[in-house]
T-cell receptor, first 112, second 112 residues
C-alpha cells in the first residue's frame, strides 16, 4: 500500500548514543517533515524538506540532523541522544503546500 | 509559545449526540486549517480542512466552522459514533509558508 513507512517502530537508546530514524514514502510527494509528539505539547515540527536537496529547521531542531538525497527518503539523525528526546516521532509527507500531510505510524523512542 | 491551542484535553459524549471540538489560534496570517484524527499506536490521519476564504466546510458527519474575527475554529461531529473515539488535532498554516502548527489535541470519548 502506498504511504509513509517509518522504521523502527520502537527503540531504546542510552544517553549519548546516536541513531537514524528512517522514513520513506512512495507517493512522489515533494514535501516531507518530521514531528515529535509529547504529552500536552501536540505535534512539534523538527525539520522539513520541500524537495530533494532542500531542508530547513522547524520549531525544535536542536539535537537532530536531516538530509534529503532522494524524493522518497527523509532520515532523521539523533547525534547524541538525551533523555529529553524521549518521544514519539512522526514522519509525514504531502504533495505540495495546498495539501495536508500523510503521516507514518510513528517511532516510539526512549532514551535512558 | 503555541500558536494553535486546544484548551480542552478531553471530551466525553454520548453516542448519537453532537461532539464539538474547539481550536484557537493567535496568528491572523494563518489561512489554511486542518483537523486530524489519531488512534493509539497509529499516525494522525487527515479528516477535514478549511480555507480562510470560507467559514464552513462539510464532509459527511464532519463539519468545520471558521470564525476569523475570533481566531477560532471548531469541528462538529453529528451524530457521534463510538468509532470516533480518538485524539483530534487541529493544525494551521500561514499562506506561502511550509510549516504547519499543531494544537495539543483533544481526546474524544464517545460512549455507547
Amino acid at each position: 500500500n502506498a504511504g509513509v513507512t517509518q522504521t523502527p517502530k520502537f527503540q531504546v537508546l542510552k544517553t549519548g548514543q546516536s541513531m537514524t530514524l528512517q522514513c520513506a514514502q512512495d507517493m512522489n510527494h515533494e514535501y516531507m517533515s518530521w514531528y515529535r509528539q509529547d504529552p500536552g505539547m501536540g505535534l512539534r515540527l523538527i525539520h522539513y524538506s520541500v524537495g530533494a536537496g532542500i531542508t530547513d529547521q522547524g520549531e525544535v531542531p536542536n539535537g537532530y540532523n536531516v538530509s534529503r538525497s532522494t524524493t522518497e527518503d527523509f532520515p532523521l539523525r539523533l547525534l547524541s541522544a538525551a533523555p529529553s528526546q524521549t518521544s514519539v516521532y512522526f514522519c509525514a509527507s504531502r504533495l505540495d503546500r495546498n495539501y495536508g500531510y500523510t503521516f507514518g505510524s510513528g517511532t516510539r523512542l526512549t532514551v535512558v | 509559545d503555541q500558536q494553535v491551542k486546544q484548551n480542552s484535553p478531553s471530551l466525553s459524549v454520548q453516542e448519537g449526540r453532537i461532539s464539538i471540538l474547539n481550536c484557537d489560534y493567535t496568528n491572523s496570517m494563518f489561512d489554511y486549517f486542518l483537523w486530524y484524527k489519531k488512534y493509539p499506536a497509529e499516525g494522525p490521519t487527515f479528516l477535514i480542512s478549511i480555507s480562510s476564504i470560507k467559514d464552513k466546510n462539510e464532509d459527511g458527519r464532519f463539519t468545520v466552522f471558521l470564525n476569523k474575527s475570533a481566531k477560532h475554529l471548531s469541528l462538529h461531529i453529528v451524530p457521534s459514533q463510538p468509532g470516533d473515539s480518538a485524539v483530534y488535532f487541529c493544525a494551521a498554516r500561514r499562506y506561502n509558508f511550509n510549516k504547519f502548527y499543531f494544537g495539543s489535541g483533544t481526546k474524544l470519548n464517545v460512549k455507547p
